[in-house]
């Protein structure tokens, strides 16, 4: 049994989606960022980098902060999800560009291009531009591949589950995601899955999962 201290945010939606996808039992505790519940003691005793999302394995007494590492452990403990071989590697890289480039970058657009707009024009070209080249790189990576990591075609790991949230907010970042065609066929067809509809609205319900 899992327990999940999540929000409603890319970093918190990939483990709901993976717990989802796993069909495990987990029980979600929400931890709301906007009243600075990450600050809590009790919470920094699991998260002490005072972040979402957070896990405690009620099995074995683990407790795990920063999503990356989660997901590796979760992958590991119920052995799904993960790519085999020198896919393995590929998976990792993949998932240590999301952990490094994507989520961090896409971060900052958030910050600048959505929520404080006019506030800096340098950071909000600097962070755009990178945006857009990021979505760049993934696009020419998936060019016929339905998955990011995985033999042939590819296999559906955390590396896809890790990139996919922050790419749903396209909208928040002003992608066209039709100008990424690999991106949005990839994003789609996970968006269609009912464990990430699932996993997406945990721990409530914002917005339905966004569609290009
Ligand atoms: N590298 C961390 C990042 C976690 C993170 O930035 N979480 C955000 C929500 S998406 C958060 O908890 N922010 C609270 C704060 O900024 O105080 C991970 O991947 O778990």
Redesign the pocket.
């Known amino acids: 049994m899992i327990d999940l201290y999540t929000?409603t945010?890319?970093?918190?939606r990939?483990v709901s989606i993976l717990l989802e996808e796993l069909g495990v039992e987990y029980s979600t505790h929400a931890?709301d960022?906007s009243k600075?519940e990450?600050?809590e003691p009790d919470f920094l005793k699991i998260?002490p980098?005072?972040?979402?999302?957070?896990i405690v394995d009620r099995d074995t007494g683990q407790t795990l902060?920063?999503?990356?590492?989660?997901m590796l452990y979760l992958a590991d403990k119920y052995g799904k999800f993960s790519a085999t071989g020198s896919e393995y590697w590929r998976m990792m890289e993949w998932l240590m560009w999301q952990?490094g480039g994507l989520?961090?970058m896409l971060?900052q657009v958030h910050h600048f291009v959505k929520y404080n707009r006019g506030l800096s024009e340098y950071a909000e070209e600097r962070f755009s531009k990178e945006a857009n080249r990021l979505y760049r790189v993934l696009d020419a990576h998936l060019e016929g591949r339905e998955f990011i990591a995985g033999d042939g075609r590819g296999a559906y790991t955390i590396a896809d589950m890790?990139c996919w949230p922050w790419i749903s907010r396209f909208e928040w970042q002003q992608i066209d995601l039709n100008g990424f065609p690999n991106v949005r066929d990839w994003y789609v067809r996970i968006a269609e899955r009912p464990a990430v509809q699932r996993g997406y609205h945990a721990p409530r319900f914002v917005n339905e999962v966004p569609m290009p």
């Open positions: 929000w945010t890319p970093n918190g990939k931890i960022i600075g990450q600050f998260a980098n005072n972040r979402i999302p957070a902060m920063e999503s990356g590492a989660i952990m989520g961090p971060g890790a």
